[in-house]
Antibody
Framework: QVHLQQSGPGLVKPSQTLSLTCAIS??????????WDWVRQSPSGGLEWLGR?????????DYAESVKSRIIINPDTSKNQFSLLLSSVTPEDTAVYFC??????????WGQGTLVTVSS | DIVMTQSPNSLGLSLGERATINCKSS????????????LTWYQKKPGQPPKVLIY???TRESGVPDRFRGSGSGTDFTLTISSLQAEDVAVYYC?????????FGGGTKVEIK
């Protein structure tokens, strides 16, 4: 059974970097049949896919256009986890952030969600 | 980017009624190499992560009740709940995974009237 455990601060100041980690159990971040994704849900309610990292003989990542200039998703093979770094945050980045495993083109396992508020 | 458009925005129905949610993609999401449509339906309840109901447009995820049915191909897709139950109150999202960036529809809120 796959389990994803999120951690990270719930409050970030404007212009700073949001940093969240997703620890994986029951699978490997280096598995070549899955991707590791971040999704957020804004207070207005919609889901937004932010990006993913995955291993296919080497590491790949791709990101949503809306955050492409500010986002990095980093795998950490030594700790079997992956992280989200979102720089230069504004109040518009306030949202519940989820990590997820995607297999067979759907996200089948999810973290518990982390509410991140951007405020001074 | 592929734009996913859902309709209606919200749906108020009585228990036992049929719910129909539509999702349209701005271009075909049928993959000729796999012969599958890369369309997933998620159910989202407050305080919980999204849950997969249907993937590849019409394949029900393990453990999902058979009152949930997905259909469609190419650019037009439908999620049908054959007989609405109280526990089905949620927001439903479609998502395409045909090409990056992956994109969600705007969501359809299903309520009991």
């Amino acid at each position: 059974q796959v389990h994803l455990q999120q951690s990270g601060p719930g409050l970030v100041k404007p212009s700073q970097t949001l940093s969240l980690t997703c620890a994986i159990s029951g699978d490997s971040v280096s598995a070549n049949y899955v991707t590791w994704d971040w999704v957020r849900q804004s207070p207005s309610g919609g889901l937004e896919w932010l990006g993913r990292a995955y291993y296919r003989s080497r590491w790949y990542s791709d990101y949503a256009e809306s955050v492409k200039s500010r986002i990095i998703i980093n795998p950490d093979t030594s700790k079997n986890q992956f992280s989200l770094l979102l720089s230069s945050v504004t109040p518009e980045d306030t949202a519940v952030y989820f990590c997820a495993r995607s297999y067979g083109w759907r996200s089948d396992y999810w973290g518990q969600g982390t509410l991140v508020t951007v405020s001074s | 980017d592929i734009v996913m458009t859902q309709s209606p925005n919200s749906l108020g129905l009585s228990l036992g009624e049929r719910a129909t949610i539509n999702c349209k993609s701005s271009q075909s999401i049928f993959d000729t190499s796999t012969n599958e449509n890369h369309l997933t339906w998620y159910q989202k309840k407050p305080g919980q992560p999204p849950k997969v109901l249907i993937y590849w447009a019409s394949t029900r995820e393990s453990g999902v009740p058979d009152r949930f049915r997905g259909s469609g191909s190419g650019t037009d897709f439908t999620l049908t709940i054959s007989s609405l139950q109280a526990e089905d109150v949620a927001v439903y999202y479609c998502q395409q995974s045909y090409s990056s960036p992956l994109t969600f529809g705007g969501g359809t809120k299903v309520e009991i009237k």
